[in-house]
């Protein structure tokens, strides 16, 4: 107790004393907030968008903020300079910034506009060189699944690809973690052995090249986690101490917060300890229930040891997705508005290519940067091809089960949210204490938690779906407004990003739409509206009354298939009686005798007289509730982070 609370003390102090470095670098910061600065940068990252390019920088000497601050820099120009370039620009900052990109280090953003960035000066990192070896050896979209494996790259990954692993649960593998980590240190551990040193020496050794690796997946918290726990476990072995790995996973949370505080905000960090925690907690008494069942049972009793130990490994894997998939479900559903149902076993057919897709690709990409020398070229290409077979095996198998019903299960309900608190709950204290309960016991405990796990589950969805029904659901995002009632949608306003695509896409996931009653751009043209046509590719639409004129008006008739109508002057009754009217001054909505106007870029419900008045008052920021006497009562919110209005239509 007393190592524990001495432990506590010694993380609480170095938090504050990290937070306390923190002050001393933000004012220096914020006084340059709204002013155009030059800057001196290296860039870390870069990535092409819908504007431009976003790079990820570094500030050097001869920089008017301080050196070695990292920042965001958005610009409409085209990319001008690589990983490890050098360049300066003369722009506005913003310090004001969201926790998360706080997370990773970041303190400021570099807006460019039009502004002209230099590269002053060219170079190649070593993770460049590595990269550009890779995309020399291998084609899309096996490109894509190597980066990721090996580096935690996405960038060469294609969208379709990666919808298709996240139907299958898959997507993890594309991010360095303690699969990498652990295959690292026991390739390393087998290679050193063959020179017959101490295993002491190796112990220690061992730990250079998986740190190596941490810095190539460029300290990502699922990397730096596992390297912390993979030192601790050497560590441990050095001085002779038994393995504690709930102990390992709390000191390298504890380490990694100490360092970065804001790392908290990070999802990649709850997400890499909340499915470390719950497979170290579940997967012994998980796999314990699977070989329990009737069938495993017979292929048991029925084979020998070889086959034995192949179906011990068939129930450990399975028992890790499951913990993992059940502990990650509120970190999901929080964030991402989704759950893999089927990634248990994309996992159980998947995850075994993983081990030799990283060995063989990674000979293919040293032999590659040996030299030009014919034999090193040959088997360069020859590992990077048999690589090639288990990186499409992955995609098959991604294929497969994200084409199977109901593979991603999308909510923004709170109360499902909360629910899966509750069933990560229950598996927690089920793995209480497991191993000393006697058989009897073990399988009485499994039975009850998961028929208390599926009850809660089964419970709230069909409360969910009662108090959902005939209700109209309004949703809004930046530049457009979302009515939805009884598994049927409309789209009014303008769609002028893939990112509002992309978040219009959730919300009418989240509530079972699979087909627009209607889709009515109110802008004049199509000039801006890049996002209809994503939208239309993934949503057949009955009617789209969309301009004609615009620089995406073909965009949007090819994804739409035909000819569009004319938004002016359109009256449509759908949803339940919910009247649209598109005139001069925007477009009018009626719904629950409440009329509501979208004017100018912004909506509003209009208030009625004092017998008839609205309950409901939208402004541009957010959803204000009031009550009859007109007191407000907060600000109603979803897990869209986008507000919601529901409203009962009769």
């Not at 998986?210 to 050497?234: D, E, K, N, T």
């Not at 002028?496 to 509530?511: K, N, Q, V």
Request: hydrophobic share 45%; charged share 20%.
């Amino acid at each position: 107790m007393a190592v524990l609370s001495l432990s506590l003390l010694t993380g609480c102090v170095c938090i504050l004393c990290h937070f306390a470095s923190l002050e001393q670098l933000l004012p220096n910061i914020q006084p340059f907030d709204g002013q155009k600065v030059e800057i001196c940068a290296e860039v870390l990252e870069w990535d092409v968008t819908d504007y431009g390019s976003k790079y990820l920088i570094r500030t050097r000497e001869g920089s008017a903020v301080p050196k070695g601050v990292k920042a965001r820099l958005y610009s409409f120009l085209e990319p001008v300079a690589d990983e490890g370039d050098v360049v300066r620009f003369c722009v506005p900052l913003e310090t004001e910034i969201k926790n998360y990109d706080r997370s990773r280090g970041i303190f400021f953003y570099a807006f460019g506009g039009a502004e002209p960035i230099e590269r002053v000066q060219e170079r190649e990192t070593i993770r460049g060189k590595i990269i550009s070896k890779t995309e020399q050896l291998y084609q899309s979209p096996v490109l894509g699944v190597v980066e990721g494996v090996l580096f935690g790259e996405k960038q060469n990954l294609e969208e379709p690809i990666r919808q298709m692993m996240e139907g299958a649960g898959l997507v993890h593998i594309l991010a360095v973690s303690g699969i990498h980590i652990s295959l690292m240190a026991l390739s390393c551990t087998k290679f050193l052995e063959v020179f017959r040193l101490p295993k002491r020496y190796i112990k220690i050794l061992v730990l250079l090249p998986v740190w190596g690796y941490v810095a190539l997946a460029q300290f990502s918290p699922s990397a730096v986690r596992a390297g912390i726990m993979a030192s601790i476990a050497s560590l441990g072995w050095l001085l002779q101490r038994d393995s504690d790995n709930l102990c390992a996973l709390a000191a390298a949370a504890m380490g990694i917060v100490a360092v970065s505080p804001f790392a908290l905000y990070s999802v990649s960090f709850q997400l890499s300890f909340v499915v470390t925690l719950g497979i170290i907690l579940c997967t012994s008494p998980l796999s314990f229930m699977l070989q329990q069942t009737k069938i495993m049972s017979f292929l048991l009793g029925r084979s020998g040891k070889r086959m034995e130990r192949f179906w011990m490994g068939v129930c450990s894997t399975l028992a890790a997705s499951t913990a993992a998939t059940i502990f990650a479900m509120p970190v999901m559903l929080w964030y991402f508005h989704y759950t893999a149902i089927w990634g248990i076993f994309g996992s159980l057919f998947a995850l075994w290519a993983v081990s030799p897709l990283m060995i063989l690709s990674m000979l293919s990409i040293l032999f590659g940067m040996l030299g030009d020398i014919s034999v090193f070229v040959l088997v360069s290409k020859v590992t990077a091809g048999l690589a090639g077979l288990f990186a499409r095996w992955i995609l098959l198998v991604s294929k497969g089960i994200s084409l199977l019903p109901g593979a991603l299960f999308y909510s923004h309900a709170v109360e499902l949210f909360l629910c899966g608190i509750v069933v990560t709950v229950l598996f927690a204290m089920m793995a209480y204490r497991f191993e000393a309960l006697s058989f009897l016991r073990k399988k009485q405990r499994m039975k009850s938690f998961f028929v208390c796990a599926v009850f809660c589950l089964c419970s709230v969805g069909a409360v969910l779906n009662l108090c959902s029904y005939h209700q109209l659901t309004i949703f809004r995002t930046d530049h457009a407004m979302i009515l939805t009632r009884n598994n049927q949608a409309a789209v009014v306003g303008d769609i002028c990003s893939s990112y509002e695509a992309d978040e219009i896409e959730t919300i009418l996931r989240c509530e079972g739409i699979s087909q627009l009653e209607l889709m009515l751009c109110d802008s004049k043209d199509t000039d801006e509206s890049q996002g209809i046509d994503l939208l239309l590719q993934k949503f057949p639409v009955k009617v789209a009354a969309i301009p004609s004129e615009g620089g995406f008006s073909a965009h949007i008739e090819k994804a739409l298939g035909k000819q569009p109508i004319d938004p002016q002057n359109l009256q449509a009754t759908l949803l339940g009686n919910v009247q649209i009217y598109s005139g001069e001054n925007g477009v009018e909505i009626v719904a629950g005798e409440k009329k509501l106007l979208k004017q100018t870029g912004k909506y509003d419900i209009i208030k009625q007289d004092a017998q008839n008045r609205a309950d409901v008052v939208m402004e541009q920021e957010n959803w204000l509730l009031l009550s009859p006497e007109d007191k407000n009562l907060g600000i109603f919110k979803t897990l869209e982070e986008y507000p919601v209005v529901k409203i009962r239509v009769q």
